[in-house]
């Protein structure tokens, strides 16, 4: 079991967030926005991605590199666990566990994130709702923490506001859902807040609200009595 340990301010630096299987960068803005210098590690080229990008195998990457960062987020790719990929008949590999064996080798506080189909394997996970954090969408994605870092449930808001059907155009007064072949990229753009995402970004990001709450909770819980640069 890995001890809880400190996120490290140095003077003159932000401290430094790694986020793994990043894709086009959803949570790397909420990281940012909380406070954090973020480096985004995928095994495909993100040309999109709005901050410093590394290609290489995630797992391979964080096991080499980990510990010299204060606080890592996983987002494992989630269609071994997707509905829409299981009626599909397709087969992807399942990289949870696999993850969490080597974030818990860095000895740095972490986060597994994934979706709904994926929460049984996750470790007492904290579910993340849209309007929770603000968002007008119904995104549920669960969240494992590790490495001295805990988050709080936050209550859920009833889904009160009706959902369009998935890949049809969105009506008045309700939410979209933005996967599959969604209509409406400018609309999921402003919604999730993640304007130089294309399509294929949108239908899998977490909105940038959902890693700045986390990205906040870990400053206040982790570095309450650090000093921090003026």
């Known amino acids: ?11 003159g630096r932000r401290p430094r967030l790694l986020d793994l299987f990043c894709c086009q960068g959803g949570a790397a803005k909420g990281y940012a926005d ?18 410093r990008f590394v290609q290489a195998d995630a797992i391979a990457f964080v096991l080499e590199h980990g510990a010299a ?6 987002s ?10 299981r009626l599909q008949g397709n087969t992807h590999p399942d990289l949870i566990a696999p993850t969490r064996t080597a974030l818990e080798a860095t000895g740095r506080p972490w986060v597994i994130e994934n979706v709904g189909g994926a929460a049984p394997k996750l470790h007492a996970p904290v579910m ?50 933005f996967i ?11 919604v999730l807040g993640v304007p130089w995402m294309n399509r294929d970004g949108i239908r899998e990001c977490i909105p940038p609200a959902y890693a700045e709450h986390i990205g906040r909770a870990a400053l206040a819980q982790l570095a309450p009595a650090l000093e921090v640069a003026a």
């Open 34 to 51: 909380a406070g954090f210098e973020v480096t985004g590690v995928d095994k495909d080229p993100q040309p999109r991605y709005p901050y």
């Open 69 to 74: 960062f204060d606080f890592i987020h996983a």
């Open 180 to 190: 599959g072949n969604f209509s409406g990229v400018p609309l999921a753009r402003k």
């Open 1 to 11: 079991m890995t001890e809880p340990t400190t996120i490290r301010r140095v003077h």
């Open 76 to 85: 494992p790719p989630c269609q071994h666990d997707s509905e829409c990929q």
């Open 128 to 177: 993340l709702c849209g309007p929770m954090l603000g968002v007008q969408t119904y995104r549920h994605r669960f969240f494992e923490t590790g490495g001295g870092f805990t988050l709080t449930q936050p209550e859920h808001p009833a889904h009160l506001v009706p959902q369009a059907k998935m890949g049809r155009p969105i009506p008045p007064g309700h939410y979209g859902q």
